[in-house]
């Protein structure tokens, strides 16, 4: 059996409205795993690092400041095909076109404050795991 690991981010709208709880039982409720958990605030330049991959869209400096303008959860989770089940429980990134019952249908509030963030692939999953936990250990 494989079990792989992937990366999530309770986003500050998220956070700020209090889903944390609810969100968390969906997550342990599909099966996954929590291995590392922390709530942090990222600073402007965390963030930019964390989404440099869109640095060139336009959306990037929305993204940067909305990304750092509160508190956030990151965590590492564990579950068998973690990154393609992770994404299909978190919805598509709008709100608008995300399917029922998925988090971001349900706690989304639009395209740029949707909740949550899931890795997309899973060497991505190991760069943004290390970008939060790599100085401590992962159980
Ligand atoms: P994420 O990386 O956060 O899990 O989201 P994703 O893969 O579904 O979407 P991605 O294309 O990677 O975009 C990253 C985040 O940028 C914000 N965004 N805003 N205003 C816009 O048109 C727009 N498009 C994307 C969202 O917060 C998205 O999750
Ligand atoms: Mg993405």
Redesign the pocket.
């Known amino acids: 059996m494989v079990t792989n690991r992937t990366f999530t981010m309770l986003k500050p709208d998220a956070v700020e409205a209090g889903h944390i709880g609810a969100i968390l039982e969906k997550i342990n409720g599909a099966g996954f795993r929590i291995v590392s958990m922390e709530m942090t605030q990222l600073s402007r330049k965390d963030a930019q690092k964390f ?1 440099e991959v ?1 640095s060139e869209r336009p ?1 990037y400096g ?2 940067v400041d909305y990304m750092s303008s509160g508190p956030i959860v990151a965590a590492i989770l564990e579950k068998d095909n973690a990154v393609a089940d992770f994404r299909t429980l978190i919805g598509a ?1 709008n709100p608008a076109e995300a399917a029922e019952g998925t988090i971001r249908k349900l706690y989304a509030t639009s ?2 404050a ?1 909740a949550i ?2 890795s ?1 692939s899973d060497e991505n999953a190991e760069i943004e795991g290390s970008f939060f936990f790599a100085k401590r250990a992962q159980y």
């Open positions: 989404y869109h959306f929305e993204l990134t395209i740029a949707n963030h899931g997309d």
